[in-house]
């Protein structure tokens, strides 16, 4: 898929990534290309200024954790984060709504 395609949706995608668990870098490029079937191959050079920038705004805490025998930085999810999350759902719910009723087609009667 296109990246650019994701403009205004990745910061969504990836606080829903780390909803429930905290992840490395790599590990959440990973996630969001298990959960999209595939389909989502983002690079690190869209992920990781993301992921910066959501832990300047506070939706994100990071710390340097030892994974796998290499020393990385996790991202968790903060309660700031929880409540970005729910209201970036919300809009997409809005705005997946008014976008499919403009494209599917119309019953006539």
């Known amino acids: 898929m296109n990246t650019d ?15 429930n668990e905290p992840l490395h870098g790599y590990a959440i490029i990973e996630a969001l290309q298990e959960r999209s079937g595939g389909a989502l191959n983002v690079p690190t050079g869209t992920v ?3 992921l910066r920038r959501l832990e ?3 939706y994100l805490a ?3 954790a030892v994974v796998g025998g290499r020393k990385r930085r996790t991202y968790r999810l903060t309660s700031s984060g929880r409540t970005a999350l729910a209201e970036e759902r919300s809009a997409w719910r809005a705005f997946t709504g008014a976008i499919g009723s403009v494209l599917e087609p119309r019953t006539t009667r």
């Open 5 to 19: 395609a994701l403009r205004g949706h990745m910061d969504a995608l990836l606080l829903s990534v780390l909803e």
């Open 62 to 64: 990071s710390e340097w």
């Open 56 to 58: 300047q705004a506070g």
């Open 48 to 50: 990781y200024p993301a």
